[in-house]
């Protein structure tokens, strides 16, 4: 017969990992792309950690957690969780955290945002083009009034279909730009009705928080590189505001809720991440780049290319949240890579890493464009015992073959 030897354990009450089982983990956001790479980490976890014990005699393998997806999947999608669907220990829930939501939890990561910053920083033929794939993969979100959605999305395809008629462009625009409104304030909405549900929820069940702001907190730094200490230099009026204040508020409500109900909260800043999976529509750069690179087209640096981010590698960034969640700071924590590169040098690494044909353009930049960007992650390195271990040279390459296949673009040999 088969004996099954345990693994050598201290005593189950003071092991953190006693803690982790049996845990149901709630992702909100978790079909978009950093959510569905932490799922992929927790579900992982699971199935390869069992966990010993031996409680007052009774010993065996404790229950593994349960890792619980809400998303409406604005921006997220199915197929990022296609692997785990089905799965015993996984279940999606289609819903729009602006809603109520009942569930019994013991964490939350709270992700959902719309992160896209598409919409406010694109022309209407790019937006027609993004309108157009939320039609066609079923994204529409609830909270985008039905209306102005079918509207814009007839105006879209008429902008795509006769965009040398004059009427049908005053039209789109006009379109657009109720769109734009109904976006903008879904993102408002959702960073702030959305976390103060989540916080909510929270509260009745008494579980730890985790949210996922943003170093677009700081906005156009003054101070660089950014800690935490520094409190941002951020327009209120612009048209990231949606974006940038509705994080602002989403941590003030952290902290109110921390102060008030003594809820366990933790926020991480994160600073620009990449790798596969992310949404190959919405504009960003490393997604931009790289799609670029594999159809073959220019890359198309916006002026003046001198502007620099500092860019994470998602399966470090996934690290980092998982640290900060099971660790005892509340944060604000950055987690972000501090290497620091202009567009100009993206745009070079990409060219010379994917396709060496291709060439580099300069084109118009979009209004409150952050000048430079750069974490200082010393409080990450010393609370969390954290830092990114993938090179910006050694992460670009490993998402070619994912926006290959999506793209439907064959290697050359
Ligand atoms: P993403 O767009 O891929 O994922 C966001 C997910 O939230 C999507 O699946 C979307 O469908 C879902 N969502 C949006 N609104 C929702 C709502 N009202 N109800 C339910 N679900 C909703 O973006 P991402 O890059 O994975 O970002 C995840 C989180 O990290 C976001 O909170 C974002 O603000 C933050 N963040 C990301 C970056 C980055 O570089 N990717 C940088 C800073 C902060
Ligand atoms: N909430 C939720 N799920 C819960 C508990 C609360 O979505 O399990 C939402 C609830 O709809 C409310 C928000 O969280 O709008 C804030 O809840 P809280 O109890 O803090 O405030 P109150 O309901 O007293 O205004
Ligand atoms: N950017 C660019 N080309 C593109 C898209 C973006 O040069 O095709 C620049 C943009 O002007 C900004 C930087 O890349 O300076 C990062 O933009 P992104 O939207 O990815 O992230 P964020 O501005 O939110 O950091």
Not at 140 to 145: I, M, P, Y
Not at 160 to 171: K, N, R
Not at 385 to 412: C, S
């Amino acid at each position: 017969s088969v004996t099954t030897k345990p693994p050598p354990s201290p005593s189950p009450l003071r092991n953190a990992k006693f803690f982790q089982a049996n845990m149901r983990i709630l992702v909100t956001g978790g079909a978009g792309f950093i959510g569905s790479h932490l799922v992929d980490r927790l579900m992982e976890n699971e199935k390869n950690e069992r966990i010993w014990h031996n409680l007052r005699g009774l010993k065996g393998y404790l229950p593994l957690s349960l890792v619980i997806v809400v998303d409406n999947y604005f921006t997220g999608s199915k197929d990022n969780l296609k692997k785990w669907i089905g799965h015993p220990r996984f279940e999606l829930i289609r819903h729009d955290v602006t809603e109520t939501l009942l569930v019994e939890v013991d964490q939350i990561y709270h992700l959902a945002c719309p992160a896209s910053p598409i919409f406010y920083k694109y022309n209407p033929v790019k937006v027609a083009h993004f309108c157009i794939s939320i039609l066609f993969q079923n994204r529409r979100d609830a909270s985008v009034s039905q209306s102005s959605l079918v509207l814009g999305l007839f105006f879209s395809c008429l902008a795509e279909l006769a965009l040398t008629d004059i009427h049908a462009i005053v039209f789109s625009l006009y379109l657009m730009i109720l769109l734009l409104k109904a976006l903008t304030s879904m993102t408002i909405k959702t960073n702030v009705i959305g976390t103060l549900n989540m916080l909510g929820l929270a509260k009745r069940v008494g579980a730890r928080i985790l949210l996922t702001s943003t170093s677009e907190v700081y906005g156009d730094p003054l101070m660089h590189p950014q800690d935490e200490t520094y409190w941002g230099n951020v327009n209120p009026i612009g048209v990231r505001s949606c974006y940038d204040e509705g994080k602002r508020v989403a941590e003030t409500l952290m902290y109110d809720y921390h102060r008030q109900h003594g809820i366990e909260i933790r926020i991480a800043r994160i600073f620009n991440t990449y790798g596969p999976r992310m949404n190959i529509d919405d504009g960003r750069v490393v997604s931009n780049f790289i799609a670029q690179a594999v159809r073959g087209e220019p890359l198309t640096v916006q002026a003046p290319g001198t502007q620099t981010r500092s860019f994470c590698y998602v399966s470090d960034m996934v690290d980092g949240l998982i640290r900060l969640m099971e660790g005892d700071n509340t944060g604000p924590i950055n987690i972000g890579n501090p290497g620091e590169f202009t567009m100009l040098e993206l745009a070079e690494t990409v060219k010379e890493l994917i396709n060496p044909d291709v060439e580099i353009i300069s084109v118009e930049n979009t209004p409150d464009d952050p000048r430079q960007r750069k974490p200082d992650i010393t409080k990450a390195k010393e609370l969390l015992g954290w830092e990114p271990k993938i090179k910006l040279r050694d992460g670009l390459p490993l998402m070619e073959d994912d926006f290959r296949t999506r793209l439907g673009v064959t290697r050359k040999n």
